[in-house]
């Protein structure tokens, strides 16, 4: 069959299952656009390319398929880098395709003409470019296997604009089934006991590759044994919290007593993840364990310190293979508990709940009583209470997401997407793919004023698609996280760090998709007698007291829609103390 080599790259995603890509158009790719208007995938039009990375970085993290995001060159290549950053760092596997200037047009300077491989090939696991109209299928193909292969990562793709015009008779590939490696028999028995001799033995959780739920597994066979599990920073959706062997999460914002107790253990199992940078506060706590590592990265890519065992296998193949002896029958959580008590698991479960007991901020923290404002800590544990630990939270970076760590609980896998590399402007746009991909649950960003404006944008796109996330907007009128940062070390010298802000409330509530004239004039709004179709409405309410918040947040919950709650609180108002239990 004869077809361009935009409309077989489209083919290639389709046929490996791809539901959704997330784009930014222009003129440099228009054959895949045209390919994509017969496709079953949905093309979910951004409104910049890096919310469109964002977008699809977050549906990766949450169903475990490479994340598509479509851009087009020079420019539109440059606002999506961030995104690139965020899956190279964060190890989520990503594919980037990248319209070019035409072949003849190379090494010209011409308009908006750059080099792929330059600028790409440091933050990314491959760079390819579809010089050849024979390989659009296979080049795409690889891309998905790569993106997806050993320690998951962004894969970036060239498009050059006269290439995907071209008529190719290529089929379309088949993307083969590929299981991760088992541990063998005698590897997860020589674990076993292992953690049966010792006497703090932990688990740390973290990366993705947990959305199937095997996380709830290991969870139950360790608490049985009794030892405890911790999780990596925007990792701890891994396991239900309300699991006896919850410990609680390392890295940013984390209570000094999980972090104590993480620095105790005499041995510790790092699954999808690595004793890294954050999770180990800046190289410090944690290094004189026994470490074993169960990861699908052969070059044990950002783990510091000691490994003395390395266990190649994926978090659900080492789960089932530790949890069963065979394909029928459970393993005895005895062969791994040896001579231990709870005692050493309760400690650190115990630690954890205090920790994340909900409590006012005038306590948790006696400096901020008395601010003008919202109580954060009032709010986020009305907000847990309501969301019952079933809801996808997305957060955005910086000091107005900690409450949300510390107070929201998750006993759902595919839960939770934050910026691992710490990058601003994610909570908007991955609430609005988490309500595309998953429209059943409620999906609710947390973010400060900065991160917001950084990709509030995105919210028409959850408008223009049939998304309805709750977005929950802390205004303090400062970067909060380097306004902490300058009064320890320039104390009394504010600069760089004060911002002015609109009414977010009133923002939210200006959208109405049945008065949009772009939206009632598009394919999606239309009925089937070419009527436009009416939409939802905005809600948008500013909170300004800690009374006005819960039912403020009934309303935006009960509305059928995108809901907004702008909270307002005191900029000198700090998070809660990591020293502080209840």
Not at 122 to 141: F, P, Q
Not at 405 to 415: A, C, G, L, M
Request: one cysteine or more.
């Amino acid at each position: 069959m004869s077809r361009s080599a935009g409309h077989l790259i489209v083919d290639t995603l389709e046929s490996a299952g791809i539901e959704r890509v997330y784009a930014v158009p222009g003129e440099s790719y228009l054959d895949v656009l045209d390919g994509l208007y017969d496709a079953d995938i949905e093309t979910v039009v951004c409104r910049q390319e890096g919310g469109a990375g964002f977008m699809a970085l977050a549906e990766s993290r949450m169903t475990g398929r490479p994340g598509i995001a479509m851009v087009t060159r020079g420019p539109g290549a440059a606002n999506a880098m961030i995104a690139v950053h965020t899956a190279w760092q964060d190890a989520t596997a990503l594919v980037l395709f990248v319209g070019l200037v035409p072949l003849n047009d190379r090494s010209r300077e011409s308009f908006q003409e750059f080099s792929l491989p330059e600028w790409f090939s440091s933050t990314a696991k491959r760079v390819l470019t579809i010089d050849d109209e024979d390989r659009a299928g296979e080049i795409t193909a690889d891309a998905l296997r790569i993106a997806a292969s050993g320690r998951p990562g962004p894969v970036v793709v060239g498009l050059p604009e006269d290439v995907l015009v071209r008529l190719t008779e290529a089929p379309t590939p088949t993307l083969p089934e590929v299981a991760p490696p088992t541990p063998a028999p005698a590897v997860i028995d020589g674990l076993a006991s292992r953690i049966a001799a010792a006497e703090r033995p932990a688990f740390v959780l973290g990366g993705d590759g947990w959305h199937n739920g095997c996380g709830a597994e290991l969870a139950g066979l360790a608490a049985s044994a009794g030892v405890p599990i911790f999780c990596d920073w925007r990792a701890y959706d891994a396991i239900p919290h309300s699991s006896p062997a919850w410990a609680g999460w390392l890295g940013y914002g984390r209570a000094d007593a999980v972090a104590a107790g993480f620095a105790e253990a005499d041995l510790v199992i790092f699954v999808g993840c690595t004793r890294s940078d954050v999770l180990s506060d800046g190289y410090t706590i944690g290094f004189d364990a026994e470490t074993i590592l169960v990861s699908l990265d052969t070059e044990a890519t950002q783990h510091a310190g000691r490994i003395d065992e390395h266990i190649i296998a994926s978090a659900d193949s080492f789960t089932r293979a530790l949890t069963r002896t065979d394909a029928a029958d459970v393993r005895d959580a005895s062969q791994l508990r040896g001579d231990r008590t709870d005692e050493w698991m309760q400690g650190r479960a115990d630690a954890q709940s205090r920790f994340a007991a909900h409590r006012p901020d005038a306590e948790a923290t006696p400096e901020n009583s008395g601010r003008a404002g919202v109580d954060l800590g009032v709010a986020f544990g009305i907000l847990d209470d309501r969301l019952g630990g079933e809801a996808i939270l997305s957060y955005g970076a910086g000091n107005a997401t900690i409450w949300g760590h510390r107070f929201i609980r998750h006993e759902r896998p595919s839960s939770l997407v934050g910026a691992r590399n710490g990058a601003m402007g994610l909570a908007v746009p991955a609430a609005v793919a988490a309500s595309l991909a998953y429209p059943e649950r409620r999906a609710v960003a947390v973010c400060g004023d900065g991160d917001f404006l950084m990709n509030g944008q995105e919210i028409a796109t959850a408008f223009a698609h049939g998304g309805s996330p709750l977005i929950i907007v802390v205004d303090n009128g400062v970067y909060g996280t380097i306004v902490s940062h300058q009064e320890n070390h320039y104390p009394g010298r504010p600069s760089g760090t004060r911002m002015v802000n609109p009414n977010f409330a009133a923002w939210m509530s200006a959208f109405d998709l049945s008065s949009s004239g772009a939206a009632s004039a598009s394919k999606a709004s239309m009925n089937g007698d070419g009527a436009s179709v009416t939409g939802p409405t905005g809600h948008g309410e500013r909170v300004e007291t800690t009374e006005e918040f819960g039912p403020a947040l009934d309303r935006a919950l009960a509305h059928d829609g995108p809901a907004l709650i702008h909270v307002l609180i005191d900029p000198a108002t700090m998070p809660p103390a990591a020293d502080e239990t209840a």
